[in-house]
C-alpha cells in the first residue's frame, strides 16, 4: 500500500501507523531550529565583539588626539618660555648699554679719555687754521666732463691754426 505521505513496508498487522519520514523531517526541522539558533547566537557574539572593537578603536584615537593636543600645547609653552628669557636677557643688556652710553655721554669723560688714552693735546687759538669752506675744492664729475670737452675743443682749433 503506497500513500501519498506515509510508506509502510511489510506487515501492517505489526506497525499500522508507521511513518519513517515524519521523524527525519522532525529532526530536520530541529536541527534547522538549532543552527538558526547557533547562527543568531553567533551573530549577536560577533556583534558585540564588533562594539567592542569600535568603542576600543574609538577610545584610542581620542586618546591619541587628547595626547597630541598636549604635546603641541607643551611645546609652545616650552618655546613660550624661551623667547621670555631671551627677552628678559636682552632687556638686561639694553639697560647696560644704556648705563654706558650715559657714562660715555659726559663731556669730561670724553675729554680725559681724548687726553690720556690717545695722547690728544688741547688746541689754542693762535694755532688755529682759517679755512673758507664756500670756496668749491671738489669738483664733480660733470664739471670735469665740461673742463676736458673745452680743453678738446681748444686744442682742436690750435692745432687747426697752427
Same mark, same amino acid.
Given at each position: 500500500?503506497?500513500?501519498?505521505?506515509?510508506?509502510?513496508?511489510?506487515?501492517?498487522?505489526?506497525?499500522? =501507523?508507521?511513518?519513517? @519520514? /515524519?521523524?527525519?523531517?522532525?529532526?530536520?526541522?530541529?536541527?534547522?531550529?538549532?543552527?538558526?539558533?547557533?547562527?543568531?547566537?553567533?551573530?549577536?557574539?560577533?556583534?558585540?565583539?564588533?562594539?567592542?572593537?569600535? =568603542?576600543?578603536?574609538?577610545?584610542?584615537?581620542?586618546?591619541?588626539?587628547?595626547?597630541?593636543?598636549?604635546?603641541?600645547?607643551?611645546?609652545?609653552?616650552? /618655546?613660550?618660555?624661551?623667547?621670555?628669557?631671551?627677552?628678559?636677557?636682552? =632687556?638686561?643688556?639694553?639697560?647696560?648699554?644704556?648705563?654706558?652710553?650715559?657714562?660715555?655721554?659726559?663731556?669730561?669723560?670724553?675729554? /680725559?679719555? *681724548?687726553?690720556?688714552?690717545?695722547?690728544?693735546?688741547?688746541?689754542?687759538?693762535?694755532? *688755529?687754521? @682759517?679755512?673758507?669752506?664756500?670756496? /668749491?675744492?671738489?669738483?664733480?664729475?660733470?664739471?670735469?666732463?665740461?673742463?676736458? *670737452?673745452?680743453?678738446?675743443?681748444?686744442?682742436?682749433?690750435?692745432?687747426?691754426?697752427?
Amino acid at each position: 500500500m503506497v500513500n501519498e505521505n506515509s510508506v509502510i513496508r511489510g506487515n501492517t498487522v505489526l506497525k499500522p =501507523n508507521y511513518n519513517p @519520514y /515524519e521523524d527525519d523531517q522532525l529532526q530536520r526541522e530541529e536541527e534547522r531550529e538549532r543552527k538558526l539558533k547557533q547562527n543568531k547566537q553567533r551573530n549577536r557574539r560577533v556583534k558585540s565583539k564588533v562594539k567592542v572593537m569600535r =568603542n576600543i578603536i574609538f577610545t584610542f584615537i581620542t586618546g591619541l588626539t587628547l595626547v597630541g593636543r598636549y604635546c603641541i600645547i607643551y611645546d609652545m609653552q616650552r /618655546e613660550l618660555n624661551s623667547v621670555r628669557s631671551s627677552i628678559s636677557v636682552i =632687556n638686561k643688556e639694553n639697560e647696560n648699554l644704556k648705563v654706558e652710553l650715559v657714562k660715555y655721554n659726559n663731556l669730561q669723560m670724553i675729554e /680725559e679719555t *681724548a687726553i690720556n688714552k690717545l695722547k690728544m693735546i688741547k688746541p689754542d687759538k693762535s694755532g *688755529a687754521i @682759517y679755512t673758507n669752506l664756500s670756496k /668749491e675744492v671738489i669738483q664733480s664729475r660733470e664739471q670735469k666732463k665740461e673742463i676736458e *670737452a673745452q680743453q678738446n675743443i681748444w686744442n682742436r682749433l690750435r692745432k687747426i691754426l697752427f
